[in-house]
Each structure stands twice: as C-alpha cells, then as structure tokens.
C-alpha cells in the first residue's frame, strides 16, 4: 500500500499559512484531476523526459499536490522504482495516497515537507521534479539547493513553471480583477512566491546556476487551457487557484459574486468558435547535479 512517513523533514521551518492556505484549496485540486491532466498531460511528459525518469529509478516529487503527476511518475518507474511525494498540505497529500491506492501503486511513499526545507540531504534520489510549484516558494533558490542535496551525483531535476505574464493572460487579468475587488494596490507580477515570480526571462537558468546545477535548459512550451467556456475556467480557479481563492475570501458573498463575474465576462475574449481557449505559456527547466557538493544556504543572521 501508499505509506505516508512519519517523519516529517523541516517541519520546524513549515509555513502554517501557506499550508493552511492549500488544504482549503486540496479537495477543489483533487476534484479537478481530470481537467489538469488534460492541460498538463503534454509538459508533464516533456519534464518526465528531462528528468530522465525511467524504470528502477528513484524519484522526489517536489509541491506533489493530491499526485496527479505523482502517478505518472509511478508508471514510469515501475514496481521497482521509488517515488516520495512532499507537500506543505496534509490534506493535499491525504488525497495523493487514496489516488495512489486507488490506482494500486506500492512503490509511492508521501511525507508533509516545506519545499524549502525538505531535510532530506544525502538522499540520493535519481530525479527530483517539482510541477508548478517552484513559483510559489518565496526562497526559490533554497528549494534549488535543497533538490540538489537529496539527488545523487549527476542526478536529474525538472521543473515546470509559468513564464511570463503577456505570455500568461488569463492569470495576469483574473489577479488584477481580485486586486480590484479587494481593494489593492496593482501588484509586481514578479513579486517573491507569486504564480508568475520566476517567469523573468534568464531567472530560472540563474537560480539553477546559484544552486550549482550543470547542463541547464529552459525552453518555452505553450500550454493552452482548453475547456467548454469561460465560465469552467473561472469555475477551475474558484475551487483551485489558491491564491486568488484567498483574495476572494475577505470580500463579502455579494462581492465575490461580482468579481467571479467580472473575471468571466473578460475572459470571454478568449472564445472560439470550438470552445474557450486560455493562452499559458509555460517554462520547461531541467539541469544535472555535478560530482561535487551543492553550495549552502548563508545562515539567516537575526537582528
């Protein structure tokens, strides 16, 4: 059966709100598995590929969310692989091992774990992959380091993130609708932690140089978001997309009502005559970890 470990690596160093904040979005994500499949299935395979993920290997599943990639990790890896599923939410990863139940995979292991403080150094995984999750740590090149600890010498990473917000409508006019309606200041679109953070052309192939990887690529991938109208999407994001739910949450019933209007009605620019299709555009970022060790995080100095 799925195990979940006891032990909890950082659990020290975990952010109970942004934990908090993805258990409340965990059953919208798990119930929406079919619809992120549909949109994620192309890139998900590309980063399997970088990864060099094959059967026996070994695999850290970085932000797994309720495992929809995690599982086909799993098919990947076959009975004699390994794959370790880690998220901030409990509750996400409640969901990840029934998934993983449900589709009789024995060799899926899942541990509660801030990306940002896994612990688990000297691992020595074949591959570590983090699926649009990257972005939404504000330390990103403490995740960096802390994949490169737990991957063996010459291991694999691959990570999926949004690029850039022109390349991104939909976020960037759904974000700036939530800003409005709450009442906010218009945000930078790279600020620390948020959705499209590390889409600065050059970031990523930065912060995977700072954290001591070799043979960078990152390619652009465009990953439309296919659904029957505009409303399904805003229905996607209503029970998903954590980040704008939270924004929702301080506005009154009438209010929010409003704004999950507004968002549809200007999505609607995106209408085919063969259904609605967002434009995402995606980065695909792999590297290898050298033969020597990864450099260390300078110690917070407190004031």
């Known amino acids: 059966m799925m195990m979940d470990a006891t032990k909890t690596p950082g659990a020290s160093t975990l952010a109970s709100a942004p934990a908090h ?76 091992r029934v998934n993983a139940a449900a589709a009789g995979f024995t060799q899926i292991q899942t ?22 999750g990257l972005m939404l740590c504000t330390e990103p090149l403490k995740v960096l380091l802390e994949a490169r600890q737990a991957l063996k010498a010459g291991g694999r990473f691959a990570a999926v993130v949004f ?20 009442g906010a200041q218009p945000r930078s679109p790279f600020a620390p932690g948020s959705l499209l953070s590390l889409g600065q052309p050059g970031l990523m192939a930065q912060l995977l140089h700072d954290a001591g990887f070799v043979d960078i690529d990152v390619q652009l991938v465009s990953a439309p978001f296919r659904l029957p109208s505009a409303q399904h999407y805003v229905d996607f994001v209503r029970s998903s997309g954590s980040p704008i739910m939270e ?45 020597t060790s990864p450099p260390k995080m300078a110690p917070a100095i407190s004031a």
């Open 21 to 96: 904040v993805w258990d409340k979005a965990a059953e919208g994500w798990n119930s929406n598995a079919a619809v992120i499949q549909d949109w994620l299935s192309g890139i998900t395979n590309a980063m399997l590929d970088a990864a060099h993920i094959q059967p026996g290997s070994r695999v850290l599943d970085v932000a797994a969310g309720a495992g929809n990639q995690t599982l086909d990790i799993a098919r990947r890896v076959g009975g004699k692989g390994y794959v370790l599923a880690t998220d901030i939410s409990p509750r996400i990863l409640a969901l990840a």
């Open 111 to 132: 541990q509660v774990a801030d990306a940002q403080a896994l612990g688990l150094a000297g691992s020595d995984f074949d591959a570590v992959v983090c699926r649009l």
């Open 163 to 182: 690029s850039t917000p022109q390349s991104n409508p939909c976020l960037t006019l759904m974000m700036a609708t939530a800003l409005k309606a709450v």
């Open 247 to 291: 924004m929702m949450a301080t506005l009154d019933i009438a209010g929010q009502a409003k704004a999950w209007a507004d968002m549809a009605a200007k999505l609607e620019m995106f209408t085919t005559p063969t259904g609605w299709v967002g434009p995402n555009e995606l980065l695909l970022c792999s590297a290898k970890s050298g033969a």
